[in-house]
C-alpha cells in the first residue's frame, strides 16, 4: 500500500521559512518518479510549488523561485521543499506527490 506522509507544516511569522518533508512507503522504484510538491489556498485550485525529476532536474512556480529549493533522498523515500522568506499568500494545505500518488496535506499559515 502506497502512502505519503507530509510534516514541517506549522504557523509561521512572514519573512520565516519552514521545512516540509514528506516520507514515501509502498512505492518500488521511487527513484525513477518526478516527486512534487503542490499546494492549494483557501478558495483556489491546486497548484504545482515545485518538482523534481529523477535526475533531480528541479521546477519552481513562478511564485517561489529564489525563495525554495525542492531535493530528494532516493535513498531514504523522501522529499523536501524548504521555504524561504514566506508571505502570507504562501498560505495553503501543501500536499506531497509522487506519480498519481498525494498525500493528505500539511497546512502552512504564515501570518503575523
Known amino acids: 500500500q502506497v502512502q505519503l506522509v507530509e510534516s514541517g507544516g506549522g504557523s509561521v511569522q512572514p519573512g520565516g521559512s519552514l521545512r516540509l518533508s514528506c516520507s514515501a512507503s509502498g512505492i518500488s522504484s521511487i527513484w525513477s518518479f518526478a516527486m512534487g510538491w503542490y499546494r492549494q489556498a483557501p478558495g483556489k485550485e491546486r497548484e504545482l510549488v515545485a518538482y523534481?525529476?529523477?535526475?533531480?532536474?528541479?521546477t519552481y512556480t513562478d511564485s517561489v523561485k529564489g525563495r525554495a529549493t525542492i531535493s530528494r533522498d532516493n535513498a531514504k523515500n523522501t522529499v523536501s521543499l524548504q521555504m524561504n522568506s514566506l508571505t502570507p499568500e504562501d498560505t495553503a494545505v501543501y500536499y506531497c506527490?509522487?506519480?498519481?500518488?498525494w498525500g493528505q496535506g500539511t497546512q502552512v499559515t504564515v501570518a503575523s
Open positions: 506527490n509522487v506519480h498519481n500518488w
Open positions: 523534481i525529476t529523477s535526475s533531480d532536474r528541479r
